[in-house]
């Protein structure tokens, strides 16, 4: 394991522990509403000031959700709490996902979910672990029994109609869909095998930055909405176990 690997995974569980004080009280929070749809609480803000305090280090940059940006060739992209809806509301699929950049690539992520105590945690040619151990594909489903993941536009959001298609198309060639509600976490449901795939549109990077690398770890593949996209900056994202991929890509961008 790497320094830099090594303090992500700390500072990311010390966020963990702070959202789970909140948890137990969040009846009390006070949320704000950014934009339709979209909200944070003391529990988001909280969360990504000890990461931010945890993690930046002689010169790095930051790109979080809740704090202004420092660009610099070395970045932190942390998302301090993906499934922010799900996690007010007392559901319990939500992370705290923290990403390390370098000249312009991702070179390590770690997603941790607190409830469950599980870590995702990858770093570029050292593959990709859950909680300490590999990540393992299981055997491919057979054809028509792939279960996929998705995220819906929700408050107006462009690509409604978009999506719609996308449902009508895969729904009959699959054994469902599931929309959890923390990209962050289906992208490592993808990495360990418990979703077979999973798209969307228009996701920010903080949503993905973590998830991408432990998805290339573990050998998933990842595209845009065109083989040239690339995720990282459009925000559009297919991923899938390799021997699924060409057919899921290409039925989403039908």
């Known amino acids: 394991m790497t320094p830099d690997l090594d303090r992500a995974i700390r500072a990311a569980k010390a966020a963990g522990d702070l959202l789970l004080d909140h948890w137990q009280q969040r009846e009390t929070l006070v949320i704000d509403q950014k934009r339709p749809g979209d909200f944070v609480s003391a529990a988001d803000r909280g969360a990504e000031m000890l990461l931010r305090e945890a993690l930046i280090r002689y010169g790095d940059g930051w790109l979080g959700e809740e704090t202004e940006a420092i660009d610099a060739p070395r970045r932190w992209i942390v998302d301090p709490l993906d499934g922010t809806t799900n996690f007010l509301r007392g559901i319990g699929q939500w992370a705290v996902s923290v990403a390390l950049e370098q000249n312009g690539r991702r070179v390590l992520g770690v997603v941790h979910d607190p409830l469950r105590s599980e870590t995702f945690a990858a770093a570029r040619g050292m593959g990709a672990t859950l909680n300490g151990q590999p990540l393992r594909l299981p055997p491919c489903p057979p054809a028509g029994g792939a279960l996929w993941g998705t995220g819906l536009p929700f408050g107006g959001m462009a690509h409604i109609d978009d999506h719609a298609d996308d449902l009508r198309r895969i729904l009959p060639r699959s054994a469902g869909i599931?929309?959890?509600?923390?990209?962050?976490?289906?992208?490592?449901?993808?990495?360990?095998?418990?979703?077979?795939?999973?798209?969307?549109?228009?996701?920010?990077?903080?949503?993905?930055?973590?998830?991408?690398?432990?998805?290339?770890?573990?050998?998933?593949?990842?595209?845009?909405?065109?083989?040239?996209?690339?995720?990282e900056e459009s925000g559009n994202v297919i991923a899938a176990r390799p021997e699924l991929f060409q057919d899921f890509a290409g039925t989403i961008r039908a």
């Not at 993808?190 to 969307?200: I, P």
């Not at 228009?202 to 996209?229: H, K, Q």
């Open 178 to 231: 599931r929309r959890l509600g923390a990209a962050a976490l289906d992208l490592c449901y993808v990495a360990a095998g418990r979703l077979d795939g999973f798209w969307e549109r228009s996701l920010r990077p903080w949503d993905i930055a973590a998830g991408l690398v432990i998805c290339a770890e573990a050998g998933i593949r990842t595209e845009g909405w065109t083989p040239e996209d690339r995720p």
